[in-house]
């Protein structure tokens, strides 16, 4: 009953299923092809649908490396958009990087001063500016390549950076239309300064460490009557004021009352003001107001009309006259302490445990501080100039903070897992103005110019004689246009229309607020659109211990070294099944290792099929039972389907392993072999030969749509086998899902 001779193509199958001498082959044929650009699509796979299918890859850092974070990501992607484009979307996966502006410029500072003993001042704006821009222009190509490694199937055509010169025109676009409508200014407030990166950081680039610390309970004299209770003794030599809540019955009689002292050598001069913010429980129940060195201090001041005493500078030294001139924070803090003791004026210390702001990309403690910035406004009424915004008429006004809670809470942008919806409108309930200014060299510089008293914004003026400002924008600024600029936009273009809102955003829960937010917001506001409509949030992948990666344990897995070991396919596996949107996950080779083994079962299941069917098989009637079998495979088509659809990747992915694996192999093909064994002997009779037939028939069809629905997860083996059935014409790739 052996049909091999009738079958080209086999000789491959003799051998184990060597990924290495196939993904890259494979790869250059789809590429070739053409078809990751949905407009070269064939029309027989396009023509009963045709619809758009977009998703915006969210860019990763250009200067880096791809980590098996960024492979769960794009394998999500490219497994939806692959089932999309078989089910004839006009698919399109859009790729880019990311300038991460202050990532990079950090990493090329410290090469320069590692090897030339340099700074950037010492080589300038414009030599650093070309130094980074070489340093990205290697890494970018480097980790693209990984991108493609890795199976994806995006159209390289339209391939984006963040800091090229279409996104460029973009961000000036957006800056100049959100100051005309009053949401952009310039002004002095609170901001985060990083006095290690030396430039401000947004509220979410702060992380929060939990550090051991002294809370001093004090007077700033002896007859100063209230105590105070502060962690941070260094910036009270900034403090206008001691705040109370009004209903605090122990210092109700000393409201209104003003003091003067000299507190370590500062003269200071304080009033006592009520203010319903102050927590009675919290140490003494008053609060120190140092309007300079604090956000909630400084609305404090603004409430009160309190004088604002900056007292620590940019390189966290202390400002002030005196022993303290000069000091570095905790040195002056120490001395404080050390000066209220000899002055009996340090009523208690107590050691706690302390939530201590650092910025993410130095590590650097933050210092709150009053600087001239751009910022912004997140509560600043505007009127909508785009009727399509749901349930908001052209002309109404709105705030960007009603704008950003009322497209999720329509069901305009829906976020999976749902209970992250919570989470998303708890930030925006507690959202301020946003500083959009970086004291950094590498980004969009701010789009100002100024010339004396006069300031142009937008384009650069004609004129000589103007100067732009120094500044550059926070990344998440310009990356917030990420999903129409990279379709067109500022210019109306077909791709902004055909691909614009996008579907489906695939990206980690940790930038929910960094950037998913960020780009409702500006969305929203330039485009009366959403960016997307659905958002799937990815957990954490975690070792098999459930610690996150990182460099000191050792326990890192190297995506592209596992795909080297075991194949892409097999990492794809890994990263789908059991991993829940929104969830951690624990992954090891182990566990990589076993889909490398269904890669290998698969190829030996196509190898035994391919051995005993042709397509001429497909024409035999099924007999009863396995009509009942087949059935059952469209069962499984309908169920994964309906995962795929509803972007459960995990359960489609788990189904198709268990079917493959136990179902197929372990009883539909021993039972074949059975059945081919009686068909062949001698005298069998007409039934057997009967069912022998119906068997080809049902084997042949369950190898074309296994490899059908195994293909967005496993693109590469099901695209080798496929290729070996010579009744296809086409690419697996561009062939219809089952119906």
């Not at 963040?162 to 949401?183: I, P, S």
């Not at 409430?303 to 005196?322: C, F, Y």
């Not at 107590?350 to 600087?371: C, F, H, M, S, W």
Request: glycine share 6%; charged share 25%; net charge negative.
């Amino acid at each position: 009953m052996n049909e091999s001779k009738q079958n080209p193509n086999l000789e491959k199958f003799a051998k184990p299923y060597n990924p290495s001498e196939t993904e890259s082959r494979i790869y250059k044929l789809w590429e070739k092809s053409g078809y990751f650009n949905p407009d070269a699509l064939p029309k027989e796979l396009t023509a009963k649908n045709g619809k758009p299918y977009t998703i915006i890859m969210p860019p990763p850092n250009a200067t880096g490396v791809l980590h098996m974070g960024h492979a769960l990501g794009l394998t999500i992607q490219d497994s939806i958009i692959r089932f999309r484009r078989m089910q004839g979307y006009a698919a399109l996966l859009l790729p880019g990087t990311d300038h991460a502006a202050i990532a990079t410029q950090s990493r090329v500072e410290k090469d320069i001063q590692k090897s030339e003993g340099k700074n950037r001042h010492d080589l300038g704006r414009t030599e650093l500016l070309k130094r980074i821009g070489e340093f990205v222009e290697e890494t970018r190509a480097t980790i693209l390549s990984q991108i493609k490694t890795l199976g994806v199937s995006s159209d390289w055509s339209r391939e984006a950076f963040t800091l090229d010169e279409r996104r460029n025109t973009a961000v000036t676009k957006l800056f100049k239309m959100m100051y005309d409508a009053g949401l952009i200014y310039r002004g002095n407030r609170i901001v985060n300064w990083d006095p290690k990166g030396q430039t401000t950081i947004s509220d979410d680039e702060i992380v929060y460490e939990e550090r051991d610390a002294v809370l001093y309970t004090f007077r700033y004299s002896k007859d100063f009557p209230i105590p105070v209770a502060t962690t941070r003794l260094e910036t009270k030599v900034g403090d206008t004021a001691v705040a109370v809540h009004p209903d605090d019955a122990r210092y109700t009689e000393f409201i209104g009352n003003e003091y003067d002292v000299v507190f370590c050598g500062v003269p200071l001069h304080l009033k006592i003001i009520a203010d319903k913010s102050v927590a009675p429980e919290f140490g003494s129940g008053a609060l120190g107001v140092t309007p300079a060195h604090s956000s909630i201090d400084w609305e404090i001041a603004e409430r009160h009309d309190l004088p604002r005493s900056q007292v620590i500078n940019e390189l966290a030294k202390m400002t002030v006259d005196g022993p303290l001139s000069g000091k570095k924070v905790l040195e002056a803090r120490e001395m404080i302490a050390e000066w209220l003791r000899g002055e009996g004026l340090l009523e208690k210390e107590e050691k706690i445990k302390q939530n201590v702001a650092t910025a993410e990309r130095t590590g650097g403690i933050i210092e709150p501080l009053p600087k001239l910035q751009w910022f912004v406004s997140v509560t600043t009424p505007f009127k909508i100039q785009h009727s399509e915004i749901t349930g908001i008429q052209s002309g109404s006004e709105v705030t960007l903070k009603e704008l950003m809670h009322r497209s999720v809470e329509n069901g305009d942008v829906r976020i999976l897992p749902e209970h992250f919806t919570k989470t998303y409108f708890h930030w925006i309930d507690s959202l301020r103005d946003w500083c959009i200014s970086r004291q950094i060299w590498y980004g969009h510089r701010v789009p100002v110019w100024y010339k004396g008293d006069e300031m142009v914004v937008g384009n650069a003026p004609t004129q000589e004689g103007w100067v732009q400002d120094e500044d550059t924008l926070d990344t998440w600024f310009s990356s917030g246009s990420w999903t129409f600029s990279t379709l067109g936009w500022p210019e109306i273009t077909e791709d902004l229309q055909r691909f614009h809102p996008t579907d489906t955003l695939i990206t980690g829960f940790d930038i929910l607020f960094f950037w998913i937010a960020r780009m409702i917001l500006m969305t929203n506001f330039a485009l009366g659109q959403v960016p997307f409509k659905t958002v799937y949030l990815t957990g954490i992948i975690r070792d098999a211990k459930g610690q996150k990666f990182s460099k000191s344990l050792g326990n890192g897995i190297d995506p592209m070294v596992v795909a080297e070991k075991f194949g892409v396919d097999a990492i794809r596996m890994s990263l789908v099944v059991g991993n829940t949107p929104g969830s951690d996950m624990k992954i090891d080779e182990n566990k990589i290792k076993a889909y490398k083994h269904f890669a290998n079962k698969l190829w030996n299941i196509s190898r035994f099929i391919l051995d005993h069917t042709t397509e001429t098989n497909l024409k035999n009637p099924l007999t009863e039972a396995d009509t009942k079998l087949w059935e059952e495979v469209l069962d499984l088509e309908r169920d994964v389907t309906k995962d795929m659809n509803e972007l459960r990747l995990y359960l489609a992915g788990e189904k198709l392993y268990h079917y493959g694996w136990t179902k197929l192999a372990d009883e539909i093909l021993e039972e074949s072999k059975k059945i081919f064994a009686e068909a062949s002997a001698e005298g069998a009779p007409k039934e057997s030969a009967t069912a022998a037939q119906s068997r080809k028939a049902l084997l042949r069809r369950i190898l074309t749509d296994l490899l059908k629905l195994l293909h967005p997860f496993m693109p590469f083996v099901t695209e080798e086998i496929w290729l070996s059935l010579p009744e296809q014409k086409n690419l697996l790739m561009v062939t219809n899902w089952p119906v």
